[in-house]
């Protein structure tokens, strides 16, 4: 088979005259096909999607807003939206993945003294994605309150809060739970007596994000995009500028290699706007208080 060919459409019309004239063509194993394989990675070499799709701030300045902001008025956050802010702020104070949150159970959370912090337990039965069982790291998710950390600051600084949400929320859901619910998160529908799958926590984030940007606040521009994965890079990446180990950010994570959270995870956040950072106040995202450097 003859394979000079100078462009990619070339080499795709020698693989169809190949198929055509040979069909007992063994194509695991024949060179030719190898080497035509490779030629397409290094004419069209995946592109990699190194920017966010969506802007983080853009989503925390909607949840310090109506209808999300008074958690703990059912009269002006309804159990929807309830569920749409804790499951986001979760995701983003966890960086975990959404099977992990998915995997909690309601008997699971535990409160700290004073509710400074919350501690979140994944069913026993749970497996990591990566395979990993991480007997230290799954035991406990531990996230801390803005409220009980961060001593004055304007009320709006609090919204944000994980643990307040989570409180609210668990609250709210506590007469709607039966035995056939035993995971923190439960559906929203009338009559759905079944624990959530895993799937629906991605749907309400992306139902979340496509609210705020149909519904956009004074402070938001327009901007499209919906990635629930993306909230797990987000995490790991406000935490990455020079405040926490690496060795640490990949337990946190539950990474084998560095390299996986550098190549996929990592966020190019130097086109976030310092203002906007410093009005956003402090945010929880990996496990630790994030806060602007001029707070």
């Not at 059912?74 to 949150?101: C, D, M, N, Y």
């Not at 938001?220 to 926490?244: K, M, N, P, Q």
Request: aromatic share 10%.
């Amino acid at each position: 088979m003859n394979l000079q060919y100078s462009t990619l459409a070339g080499y795709r019309a020698a693989l169809a005259s190949a198929f055509k004239h040979h069909t007992d063509l063994d194509v695991s194993h024949d060179p030719y096909i190898s080497d035509l394989l490779k030629s397409f990675k290094r004419e069209r070499p995946p592109a990699r999607n190194s920017k966010p799709q969506w802007d983080i701030v853009f989503i925390l300045f909607s949840l310090m807003r109506n209808p999300f902001r008074d958690v703990r008025n059912p009269q002006k956050v309804s159990l929807l939206h309830l569920t749409w802010k804790t499951v986001f702020l979760i995701l983003l104070a966890s960086g975990s993945r959404r099977g992990e949150i998915h995997a909690i159970k309601f008997k699971g959370v535990k409160f700290g003294p004073n509710d400074e912090y919350v501690t979140l337990t994944p069913s026993p039965d749970f497996m990591p994605k990566s395979g990993m069982l991480r007997p230290d790291a799954l035991k406990s998710i531990k996230i801390y309150s803005l409220r009980s950390t961060m001593k004055g600051l304007e009320e709006d600084d609090y919204s944000l809060c994980p643990v307040e949400s989570l409180k609210a929320y668990m609250n709210r859901t506590c007469q709607l739970r039966s035995p056939t619910k035993q995971l923190l998160f439960i559906s929203v529908l009338d009559g759905f007596n079944k624990d959530v799958r895993k799937n629906t926590v991605s749907g309400w984030i992306k139902n979340l994000i496509l609210y705020c940007y149909q519904n956009p606040s004074p402070f938001a521009c327009e901007l499209t995009g919906t990635r629930t994965h993306d909230i797990r890079g987000f995490a790991h990446s406000f935490i990455f500028r020079g405040t926490v180990a690496m060795e640490d950010l990949m337990q946190s994570g539950s990474w084998k290699s560095h390299s996986t959270f550098t190549k996929n995870y990592l966020k190019d956040l130097t086109e976030l706007d310092s203002e906007q950072l410093l009005r956003l106040g402090p945010i929880v995202a990996a496990q630790k208080i994030v806060v602007h450097s001029s707070v």
